[in-house]
C-alpha cells in the first residue's frame, strides 16, 4: 500500500472507530457515572474487600473471612499483585473505578485489529457497535475480579492468532497464566496447533525458519512457565487453613451446600453448557435468541468449511475455535466447572466476531457493487446491534446499589471501633450486612458473597456462624443472643426488622431450621424486637443495630 492510501486507510479506520464510540457515547459516559457513584458496585466487587488491607494494614488482618478471600485471590499471582500495588498507591475504591474502564479500552482495541484483519473497515464498524451493545462483556469486565481480564486477553490471543504473530500469542498465554487461569488451556493449545499443525503457508516467515526441535522447546518452556504460573489455581488438594477442596460429585450428602438446587453452588458446575448459553443467549432480544445460534452456526460452516478463498488470517481464527471446542470436550470428561468458563468467555467472541466477517463477506459476494453491499450491510448493523442490546450496558455489572436511606447505617457501621466484629441476616446483596466490609470497612461474621462451599474448614465454619446467627436472631431467650457475644466475638448484631414478619430464606441446609425455629418461636415472641428501644443511633424503621457489648 502506497504511503499516501496507507495514511487515508489508517485515518477512514480512526474515523470509524471515533464513529462507533459516538453511537454509543451516552452509554459509555453512564459506564463511566455508575464506575464513580458512591454506593454502587459490582456484585462481585465485594470479595475484593480485603485488598482494604493495603491502604491500612490494621483492616480486615485478622479476618477469617477476608483471609479466606484473599487466598483464592492471590492464587492468581499477576492479579494479586496489580491490586496490591494500585490499592497501595491510589486506594481501592479507585483502582476499581478505573480498572474496568482500562479493560473495556484495551479489549476494543484488540478486537479492532482482530475485525479489521479478517472483515475489514465495514466489519470493524458492526463489530465495534455490537462490542459496546453487549451487557454481557461489561458484566464480566466490570466486576474487577480476576475473570474480568477474561475477554481483554483472549483477545490478544486472537489478535496474535490472526496476525500471526507467536510472540504476541505466547505474551497472550502468560497473561492468562498471571490474572485468569482457566483460559490457559485453550490458548495453549492455540499455540500448540498454530506452531506444530498449521500448514506452513499458513504460518509467519519467522515461525517457518524453526524446525522441529526448536518448536517443541518453545512449547515446552511456554508449557513449564504457564504450569508454575497457575498450579497453586488448580482445584485439588487441601488448603493447610481451610480444609481440602469439596466436589459435588463425592461430598453432596455431607455437604448440602453443595446442591445447585436449592444450595449455595452455583448451575454452573452442574450444567455447564446450558448455564453458559443461557447467560450468553439471555441479553439479546426475543426473536435475536431464535436467530443468533442457528445464524452462527451457519456462517461458521460456511465461512470456514465451504470458502475456498479462505485467508491465511481465516484460517489461523479457525483454530481458536477448534481449540474451544477440544478444551470444552474435554473439560466435559475431566473438568466439567471448566466447561462453563471456556464457553462463557470464548462463545460471545466467536459471534462478535464471526457475525460481522462473514455478514460482511456474504453481502460483498452476493450483491454486484459495493454501493448495494454498503448500504445492506448499514441496515444489518442496526440489526446486528438492536439484537445484542435487549439489556443496554449502562451500568451493567454495578447491580448493588446501596438504598439512600442505608447510608446513614453504614456510615454508623464506619464509625465503630475499628475491630468490631458485626453480624446480620446475609442474603440480600442490596441489603446491610453484605455490604458492611466494603463501604463501612469492618469484618463480618457471616457473609453470602463469601459462603461458597469450597473447602471442608471453611465451609463448616461457615455453617456454624450461621446456625449461631440464625438461633440468636430468632431466640426467645437473651442467653441465645449473647451466645453471638460471648462464644463468637461479635460486637453488633443488624436486625432487620421485616423479619419478624415475614420469615427469610436462605439456601440449604439452613431453610428448614430457618422455618422451624421462626414458627415455634413466633408463638412465644422473639426476644430482639424488646430491644429496639436501646438501638444505636443512625438506625430506622427497618434496620436497627444492637450493641451486643453492653447486654447484660
Known amino acids: 500500500m502506497e504511503k499516501g492510501n ?23 459516559a453512564d459506564q463511566v457515572f455508575y464506575a464513580t457513584t458512591p454506593y454502587l458496585i459490582n456484585d462481585d466487587t465485594r470479595a475484593l474487600f480485603h485488598y482494604y488491607r493495603y491502604e491500612d494494614s490494621s483492616l480486615f488482618a485478622d479476618d477469617y473471612i477476608a483471609n479466606y478471600l484473599a487466598k483464592g485471590f492471590t492464587d492468581f499471582v499477576g492479579y494479586d499483585w496489580l491490586m496490591k500495588t494500585a490499592t497501595s498507591y491510589f486506594g481501592l475504591n479507585t483502582t476499581l473505578d478505573v480498572l474496568p474502564l482500562c479493560l473495556v479500552a484495551f479489549s476494543a482495541m484488540a478486537l479492532s485489529f482482530v475485525l479489521l484483519k479478517l472483515g475489514g ?26 475473570h474480568s481480564f477474561a475477554y481483554p486477553i483472549m483477545l490478544i490471543a486472537i489478535a496474535a492468532l490472526v496476525y500471526g504473530n507467536m510472540g504476541w500469542l505466547i505474551v497472550a498465554l502468560i497473561l492468562a ?62 488448603d493447610s487453613d481451610f480444609g481440602r477442596r469439596l466436589s459435588l460429585q463425592n461430598d ?59 485467508s491465511s488470517a481465516g484460517s489461523r481464527f479457525a483454530i481458536f475455535i477448534i481449540s474451544v471446542i477440544i478444551c470444552a470436550v474435554l473439560g466435559h470428561y475431566f473438568m466439567p466447572a471448566f466447561v462453563y468458563r471456556a464457553l462463557l468467555y470464548t462463545l460471545p467472541l466467536i459471534a462478535l466476531i464471526l457475525l460481522p466477517v462473514g455478514l460482511c463477506d456474504i453481502t460483498h459476494r452476493l450483491c454486484k457493487t459495493s454501493k448495494i453491499a ?51 441476616f446475609p442474603g440480600s446483596s442490596q441489603g446491610v450486612i453484605e455490604n458492611v466490609p466494603f463501604f463501612a470497612k469492618h469484618k463480618a461474621f457471616v457473609l453470602y458473597e463469601a459462603q461458597v462451599p469450597s473447602h471442608e474448614g471453611f465451609t463448616l465454619e461457615m455453617r456454624q456462624r450461621m446456625n449461631a446467627l440464625i438461633d440468636a436472631y430468632f431466640a426467645t431467650d437473651i442467653k441465645d443472643v449473647l451466645a453471638l457475644r460471648d462464644k463468637w466475638g461479635v460486637d453488633y448484631l443488624i436486625v432487620n426488622t421485616v423479619f419478624y414478619d415475614y420469615r427469610p430464606s436462605y439456601f440449604k441446609p439452613f431453610n428448614d431450621k430457618i422455618e422451624k425455629i421462626w414458627k415455634e418461636n413466633k408463638a412465644k415472641s422473639f426476644i430482639l424486637p424488646t430491644l429496639f428501644d436501646t438501638a444505636l443511633e443512625g438506625s430506622n424503621d427497618t434496620i436497627k443495630i444492637i450493641d451486643l457489648r453492653q447486654m447484660e
Open 6 to 28: 496507507h495514511i487515508r486507510y489508517e485515518i477512514q479506520v480512526a474515523l470509524i472507530i471515533v464513529l462507533a464510540v459516538m453511537c454509543n457515547v451516552i452509554g459509555l
Open 121 to 146: 473497515r465495514m466489519a470493524l464498524f458492526m463489530g465495534l457497535i455490537s462490542f459496546f451493545s453487549y451487557s454481557t462483556f461489561f458484566e464480566r469486565i466490570n466486576s474487577s475480579i480476576p
Open 177 to 238: 497464566g498471571l490474572f485468569y487461569s482457566p483460559m490457559t488451556p485453550i490458548i495453549g493449545l492455540m499455540l500448540a496447533i498454530y506452531v506444530l499443525v498449521l500448514p506452513k503457508k499458513f504460518q509467519s516467515e519467522k515461525v517457518q525458519q524453526l524446525n522441529v526441535y526448536v518448536r517443541c522447546l518453545i512449547l515446552l518452556v511456554c508449557a513449564a512457565v504457564t504450569m508454575y504460573l497457575i498450579w497453586p489455581t488448580l482445584p485439588f488438594g487441601e
Open 252 to 310: 453432596l450428602a455431607q455437604f448440602p451446600e453443595l446442591d445447585p438446587n436449592g444450595g449455595r453452588n452455583p448451575s454452573s458446575v452442574s450444567s455447564p453448557v446450558v448455564s453458559a448459553l443461557q447467560r450468553i443467549v439471555g441479553n439479546f432480544i426475543y426473536p435475536a435468541k431464535m436467530l443468533i445460534l442457528p445464524l452462527l452456526s451457519f456462517l461458521i460452516i460456511t465461512y470456514f468449511f465451504f470458502n475456498s478463498r479462505l
Open 374 to 424: 454498503t448500504g445492506i450491510l448499514a441496515v444489518l448493523t442496526l440489526v446486528l446491534s438492536f439484537s445484542f442490546a435487549e439489556k443496554t450496558f449502562r451500568g451493567t455489572g454495578y447491580t448493588i446499589q446501596i438504598d439512600k436511606s442505608y447510608a446513614p447505617i453504614l456510615q454508623t457501621i464506619e464509625d465503630l471501633p475499628k475491630n468490631a466484629l458485626i453480624a446480620g
